[in-house]
């Protein structure tokens, strides 16, 4: 049985061309940036010029990229490091209602440390409303953080709109990009971002590899201390081979953006529009047009979408209950709550997410077994009665 993979927001296969370019510096290209020898050298060559190409798509300076292990730890990073370099000017933080887990569990920590943390309401369509961030925002306020695309439901926030107001304010705005980055345009300058978020193995990248932009005259503390590597603000032995994959990776993806953007959309919607049309009580969760191309989030009534994938599975096809960090929690989503649907609702949603390998056909196979495997599992449910 031939699988299909339908889970692209948890995790991307590595591109063969990335995996071809990083072999090298795993053998014979191994050296430690930090050495002054040949092999140092040429490893730091490399290091700096994928920092160049990260720059460069963002419309940023390579000054202002700082190289991590992973997006949890880059969002860490900010709100953990503006808060202490910034103790003089404030102790409030805001933070959307459906951020990722490791911005709200950061939060939560900085809570404890005696931090002030606004979590801005969404609409249904997880929308945050710009002028409420306006309004939250007070003379104590340190940071705003807003996410680009929402991982779960797909949604995109009006950014650009966000930073404006921020940075008429005074006030930090960062985003986190790890959804959205390598699929839409992003440019810092014109979108008036402070600091961005951004991982490689969204991107058929390696796993291992995440970046933060951070821009001149922005204080922010290290979490990490050393060495002194990535201008002392994340000492470690830098990851020569995943970094160099990770530019690559972008590479790669600016290069098929819109082309790719465009034939993802149309499978997509093809997909949605078929479940919604075959399957009564079915409904999308997000908003309808601004949301990524990959994404479709789609909740079922009087189902449980733990048992939705467990069906799809053994038909083999891959797909997600949420968002694949925490996916083996019971608790309702915190995203679909903030967008104001019950527990019995968000217990019947499932992601379905796209990407570079996916095919009309495999779209075509889950239009075809999904109806049934809903059909079978309302006849067994205890959730058959329940108001929705």
């Given amino acids: 049985m031939k699988k299909i993979y339908l889970d692209y927001a948890a995790t991307t296969p590595v591109d063969p061309q990335v995996v ?13 940036t ?40 880059s969002n860490n990073l900010v709100l953990k490091g503006i808060t202490e370099a910034n103790k003089d000017k404030g102790n409030h933080l805001i933070i959307s209602s459906i951020e990722h887990d490791c911005i709200w569990e950061s939060a939560k920590w900085l809570e404890k440390q005696g931090f002030r943390i606004t979590k801005l309401a969404v609409d249904r369509y997880g929308l945050v409303n710009p002028k409420e961030v306006e309004k939250a925002i007070t003379k104590k306020t340190v940071l705003v953080s ?23 304010k005074g006030v930090f705005f960062h985003t986190d990009a790890s959804q959205s980055f390598g699929k839409l345009p992003i440019d810092v300058e014109k979108m008036n971002i402070d600091l961005l978020t951004a991982s490689s193995h969204k991107i058929y990248g390696p796993k291992g590899a995440g ?8 204080k922010i503390a290290p979490l990490l201390h050393g060495g002194g590597q990535e201008k002392n603000m994340r000492s470690s032995t830098v990851n020569t081979a995943a970094i160099v994959g990770f530019a690559e990776a972008l590479k790669i993806a600016l290069k098929t953006m819109a082309e790719e953007n465009q034939r993802i959309t149309n499978l997509r919607n093809r997909l949605i529009k078929n479940i919604l049309a075959k399957i009564p009580d079915s409904y999308l969760n997000g908003h309808p047009e601004k949301r990524l191309s990959n994404n479709a989030n789609i909740r079922f009534a009087f189902v449980e979408g733990e048992a939705v ?3 799809l599975n053994k038909a083999g096809i891959a797909v997600s209950t949420g968002s694949a960090c925490s996916s083996y929690k019971l608790e309702p989503s915190h995203v679909l709550l903030a967008c104001g649907l ?3 609702q968000i217990h019947g949603s499932v992601r379905f997410s796209l990407g570079r390998w996916t095919t009309k056909e495999e779209i075509d196979k889950v239009i075809q077994v999904l109806p049934k495997i809903i059909e079978d599992l309302r006849k067994i449910s205890p959730f058959k009665n329940v108001q929705f």
């Fill in 20 to 32: 071809k370019l990083m072999l090298p510096y795993l053998t014979e290209k191994f050296g430690n």
């Fill in 34 to 73: 930090s050495s002054l020898h040949s092999f140092g050298q040429e490893a730091l060559e490399a290091l700096e010029n994928s920092r160049k190409i990260m720059a460069k798509a963002i419309n940023a300076k390579p000054e202002g990229i700082i190289f991590t292990s992973s997006a949890t730890e």
């Fill in 146 to 168: 807003v996410m680009h695309a929402n991982n779960e439901i797909g949604t995109i926030e009006p950014i650009a709109e966000i930073g404006r107001i921020c940075r008429k």
């Fill in 211 to 218: 970046l933060l932009y951070i821009r001149k005259g922005v």
């Fill in 309 to 311: 994938m467990l069906r």
């Fill in 342 to 344: 019950k527990p019995q």
